[in-house]
């Protein structure tokens, strides 16, 4: 976040957390994605993700789906 990236690739940045915890990061990554104008791409089993997402893609046997 140093460099101001403009794209953040993060692979279950919530895996491990809590609910509390869970909800902060969610907060951070929202935030950070419309006050610093960055792109997160985000992979994820964790469907509350849902609540701040553009888009959502699908992964079902090795197919995406939109």
Do not use: C, W
């Amino acid at each position: 976040l140093i460099n101001n990236p403009k794209i953040i690739l993060a692979d279950e940045p919530t895996g491990n957390l809590d609910h509390a915890n869970t909800k902060n990061i969610m907060k951070i990554i929202y935030n950070l994605s419309r006050d610093k104008d960055m792109t997160y791409i985000i992979a994820t089993h964790d469907d509350e993700f849902k609540q701040i997402a553009d888009r959502i893609f699908y992964l079902k046997n090795g197919v995406l789906e939109i």
